[in-house]
């Protein structure tokens, strides 16, 4: 039975709740009633309780105040908030104390009832998973007494071969451990949760240890199955598989079978996700260390590969050709340049994606992202002085504890080198469409003007300028050219009585009849005819 207290200022709805609901039945025993948020917590330092049901609106203290307390000293306690407030302020609040229901008054008999049915759900649930830990708990305790501990440091000691092998098999004969085969190897498991790919709390270092004991106990239920060998602890809660066979070729198949077994029931039983690391086959204890050493070394690969992998050291490995990279380094650079965000991102997806797909470790991950940032900073300089490549940066790639995390630092800071530098042309080419502008509206008469001769006044290249502006306004270098002679032609034409031939000369045209064609096909009239209407 799960104890509950009540608190209400209003007696009445005290009565009716604690009469309409059936406590028993529900899995409950209602042990008080409290009248405010005071004298509830006066009443469970005395007498601890499951659930609080408590409405907020209370003299003294409050429901949220009363809230804040049990969080506070109480947490293992589930507080259900009932109150004719409706306002989202005590929701925000009821999120920061850990409530576990918010209910709005009035609440019917069948309401409350199906409320506390999860409640007891959950604190089921809880209680099952306690229960559980503390036997785990004790079983260990137990486990760091006695001899297995002396047992995990003799083999600790055999597969790393900082001891000579015959003191090593003379020690575990006392204990009735027998070494034999004509070929052994090692795994070596990291629980994913507690490696340097996460960050962990000092009381998950706690729980570590645990679940260690966890794994090692799974590992040799199964390894004695197959008869295959032993399971112990190693440095920082890793377990070590020692594992022989007289029948090698056979044994290949067995193990990965017997890793995967292990893997699978770690999960079923923890929900804890595992690596492993299968070191090579050696011919004698003598050589354990090098399969001690390759196995460990497996493990590195995680940082790019992920979590809750098998990685086989007996495995073909593709080569590593990081000229490979050299498509992408290229392509990421003129992304950049050009601001075309889809071609960086494919080609830091082909990058990503090459490198889980070989056998690279984190150093040299690290490089190959180290040398992106430095074609970003170099291509955002060529336009962007005041751009740069941050400390900060730098270190976040270096700590990254995985190439997820390493690569969208990576991203981040490419993106805004790509920005920088859309930025800075944007800026560059309003100035020098500006710039294009007054020079033509200063050179319109000369009959030379082209786009080469603008290009040489603004030390640009001709396609750079066309698309600059063009982009700024909307029409070619030609276009505008045209427009602006045309524009000086006919105020001439309204204003003044020169000849046709030499109003063309005014305005650029060498060519008088090349000056009608055009103004024709500009304004609809020959420049006789448009004279001739703007004077009359």
Known sequence: MYKVLLVDDEILVREAISKKIEWNELGYELVGDCENGKDAIEFVKSHPVDVVLTDICMPYIDGMGLSKYL???????????????????????????????????????????????????????????????????????????????????????????????????DELKEF???????????????????????????????????MAFVVENISSEIISEYNAGIAFRDVDNRVCLLLWTNRPQEFRKEIVEICKDIQKNVYSAMQLSISMGMGCYVDSLEELSKSYESASEMLQYRYTKGSGIM?????????????????????????????????????????????KTGYINRRKSIAYLQHVLQIVYEVGRETQESFVLPDSVLTSI?????????????????????????????????????????????????????????????????????TIFKEETGKTFLEVLTSVRMEKAKQMLQKTTMKNYEIAEKVGFSDPHYFGIAFKKATGMSPKEYAKGRKS
């Open 71 to 169: 969080s506070e000293n109480c947490p293992q306690t589930a507080i259900i908030i009932f109150s004719g407030y409706s306002d989202f302020e005590y929701a925000k609040q009821a999120i920061q104390y850990k409530v576990s229901e918010y209910i709005l008054k009035p609440v019917t008999a069948k309401e409350l009832s199906e409320v506390l049915i999860r409640i007891r759900e959950k604190l089921d649930s809880k209680r099952k998973e306690e229960k559980k830990i503390d036997q785990l708990t004790k079983v260990y305790h137990s486990y760091t007494k006695n001899e297995a501990v002396i047992i995990s440091r003799i083999l600790s000691r055999l597969v790393k071969g900082t001891q000579e092998v015959k003191r090593s098999l």
């Open 176 to 210: 009735d451990i027998e070494i034999s085969g004509s070929s052994y190897r090692t795994v070596v498991i990291d629980i994913d949760v507690y490696s340097g790919l996460y960050e962990i709390n000092p009381e998950q270092k706690k729980e570590s240890a645990l």
């Open 311 to 355: 990685f086989d050291c007996e495995e073909e490995k593709q080569k590593e050709n990081p000229m490979e990279l050299e498509m992408d380094y290229r392509d990421i650079a003129i992304a950049i340049r050009g601001g075309d965000r889809e071609v960086m991102d494919d080609a830091m997806e082909h990058m990503r994606s090459w490198l």
């Open 398 to 466: 270096t700590e990254a504890r995985n190439l997820d995390q390493a690569m969208e630092i990576t991203k981040e800071y490419a993106l805004s080198g790509l920005k920088a530098v859309q930025e800075a042309c944007q800026t560059s080419g309003e100035r020098q469409a500006a710039q294009a502008m007054e020079y033509i509206k200063d050179n319109y008469g000369n009959p030379d003007l082209s786009l080469n001769s603008v290009c040489e006044y603004l030390n640009i290249s001709t396609s750079r300028f066309s």
